[in-house]
């Protein structure tokens, strides 16, 4: 089993930044690609970026740009970096692993709240 734990959410202004952490533990050998997703209520979650373990990295094109996936395999911590926020990047992030058998995310951490105000 994996256990992802988020943390640096919080609440800003616009323009201003905010770097989201995300620390693995347990079978970190199982893991590959790491993510970040969010989440508005209501609304479908949704892929903000994603980074392999040889450190090749996606990202939604709203935040391409703003946005920087980084990770540190030596901590088993991914970090999410977002400058320039915007009132619509206020959701619940969440932190996301997977396998490389699979294509999709069996591991999720418990969410952080990452609000933008104007």
């Known amino acids: 089993q994996v256990q992802l734990v988020e943390s640096g959410g919080g609440l800003v202004q616009a323009g201003e930044s905010l770097r989201l952490s995300c620390a693995a533990s347990g079978s970190i050998g199982s893991i590959n690609t790491m993510a970040w997703y969010r989440q508005v209520s209501g609304k479908q979650r949704e892929l903000v970026a994603s980074?392999?373990?040889?450190?090749?990295?996606n990202y939604v094109d709203s935040v391409r740009g703003r946005f920087t996936i980084s990770r540190d395999n030596a901590k088993n911590t991914v970090y999410l970096q977002m400058n320039s926020l915007k009132l619509e990047d206020t959701a619940l992030y969440y932190c996301a692993a997977k396998r490389p058998v699979v294509s999709y995310y069996g591991y999720w951490g418990q969410g952080t709240q990452v609000t933008v105000s104007s």
């Open positions: 980074i392999t373990l040889s450190g090749r990295t």
